[in-house]
């Protein structure tokens, strides 16, 4: 059984770029969700995707987009990078929508915006 | 608005001993609480949750406690073994009438762990 897989795993923009994120959910889960890390800080809920549609978002601004792909896989995208943006990108795959919130993580992609 | 807390940042215990972690919560809406490990340059892993009918749920050497009136859960790892070391996440989820998630994990700021040999 593979385990949720993200790439790249540690990246360097400057501010005013864009940014691509990329995760593979373990599989048999069809449920993704993505999650901003700060230093020091818990992980905090951007969005979530089900069946190729966001359902569910967090306190993120429009720049944050994603997608999710017909095997699953999925994509976070960031444009117009802040400093702020600077964090740890948890991707957590889930088996089906419903359940109590048990997920699996990848182990991050570490961005640094300069 | 933190609606989970983890108020210590840090947590040092001797091999053996007990390991207690807590946790307090603000959102009386939140029904289902997790607990992740995460080890350095690793991705959080589940590894206990509670839901709010119950008030303990036991695992191994890991049990946690929740009081709901409180707002208030704990973990608690006996015996502290040197591998428990790591960053432990409490986290909150509110769980539909029709027993569906409603997909957004509410976390706390982590405690360090590190029990000592």
């Known amino acids: 059984e593979t385990g949720v897989t993200q790439s790249p795993t540690h990246l360097i923009k400057t501010r005013g770029q864009q940014v691509t994120l990329r995760c593979s959910s373990q599989?048999?889960?069809?449920?993704v969700s993505w999650y901003q890390q700060a230093l020091g800080q818990g992980p905090q809920f951007i969005f979530q995707?089900?069946?190729?549609?966001?359902?569910g978002r967090g306190n993120f601004p429009p720049r944050f987009s994603g997608l999710q792909f017909p095997n699953y896989s999925s994509e976070l995208n960031v444009n117009a990078l802040e400093l702020d943006d600077s964090a740890l990108y948890l991707c957590?795959?889930?088996?089906?929508?419903?359940?109590?919130?048990?997920?699996?993580f990848g182990e991050g992609s570490r961005l640094t915006v300069l | 608005d933190q609606q989970v807390k983890q108020n210590s940042p840090s947590l040092s215990v001797q091999e053996g001993r007990i390991s207690i972690l807590n946790c307090d919560y603000t959102?009386?809406?939140?029904?289902?609480f997790l607990w992740y490990k995460k080890y350095p340059a690793e991705g959080p892993t589940f590894l206990i949750s509670?839901?709010?009918?119950?008030d303990k749920n036991e695992d191994g050497r890991f049990t946690v406690f929740l009081n709901k009136s409180a707002k208030h859960l704990s973990l608690h790892i006996v015996p502290s073994q040197p591998g428990d070391s790591a960053v432990y996440f409490c986290?909150?989820?509110?769980?539909?009438?029709?027993?569906?998630?409603?997909?957004?994990?509410?976390f706390g700021q982590g405690t360090i762990l590190t029990v000592h040999p």
């Open positions: 957590a795959s889930s088996a089906y929508i419903g359940g109590t919130g048990e997920l699996f």
């Open positions: 599989s048999g889960h069809n449920t």
């Open positions: 995707y089900y069946r190729e549609e966001e359902n």
């Open positions: 959102n009386s809406m939140f029904d289902y």
């Open positions: 509670i839901s709010s009918i119950k």
């Open positions: 986290a909150a989820n509110r769980i539909s009438a029709g027993g569906t998630s409603y997909g957004k994990l509410t």
